[in-house]
């Protein structure tokens, strides 16, 4: 069943503007991860954030995460054309050994 | 260089056939994972498998059949009993320890008519 659903579905800016995608899910998680998927390719993974931990920076990538709203969000800073793929959110749920994926914001970074 | 190779990258198969998609690595990952990917849509897990010779099935299993003969391939068959078997299926693996991420391959494109 899916966990996450991102929000929102599709994200269009341009290049310098900051993008923020937001994941909410259902169930009790171990960790979240975000990932990255260029139109047609493999899902490439970017950032986890565990439970215990409310925010983390990778590069220009801040991922907060809030257990009590069952929520995170996706910040990317300062963003570039080469920004532009489909993000997803995947949760491991509390006791599963498996991810489950939502839906993806589709973000598109115009030069 | 490490990584997970699926081929072919695009199939063409006549409705009623069964068709197998590969799935190599060479990471040395214990667990493998097999998704399909609808357009618009999130990934959906179809069998994993976290040790040689066991696989469970995911939230979609029916129609496909996996095997686990080998540490480095997990072949997924899509059976004649798939209803919609066009899609774009995803194979991924991980050291199946707790809070590994996935590691996925490009995909496979598969066409049904």
């Known amino acids: 069943s899916q966990q996450g659903e991102e929000d929102p579905q599709a994200l269009s800016i341009q290049e310098g503007e900051n993008a923020t995608m937001n994941c909410s899910y259902k169930?009790?998680?171990?960790?979240l991860q975000w990932y990255r998927q260029n139109s047609g390719r493999g899902l490439v993974h970017l950032i986890l954030?565990?439970?215990?931990?409310r925010e983390k920076h990778s590069g220009r990538l801040r991922v907060t995460l809030d257990t009590s709203k069952k929520s995170s969000s996706l910040l990317i800073t300062a963003s570039r054309a080469a920004d532009t793929a489909s993000y997803f959110c995947a949760t491991d749920g509390s006791g599963y050994s498996t991810l489950t994926f939502g839906k993806g914001t589709m973000l598109l970074v115009s030069p | 260089d490490g990584g997970i190779t699926q081929s072919p990258k695009y199939l063409f198969r006549k409705e009623g056939q069964n068709v197998t998609l590969s799935c190599e690595q060479n990471?040395?990952?214990?667990?493998m994972y097999w998704y399909r990917q609808d357009p618009g849509q999130g990934l959906r897990l179809i069998y994993y498998s976290q040790i040689v010779n066991d696989f469970q099935k995911g939230d979609i299993a029916e129609g496909y059949s996996v095997s686990r003969e080998k540490k480095e391939s997990f072949p997924l068959t899509v059976t004649s009993a798939q209803k919609n078997p066009t899609a774009f299926y995803l194979c991924?693996?991980?050291?199946?320890?707790?809070?590994?991420?996935?590691?996925f391959g490009n995909g496979t494109r598969l066409t049904v008519t």
């Open positions: 991924a693996s991980s050291t199946g320890q707790g809070n590994s991420p996935l590691h």
């Open positions: 169930t009790s998680i171990n960790n």
């Open positions: 990471l040395n990952h214990d667990a």
């Open positions: 954030i565990r439970s215990n931990e």
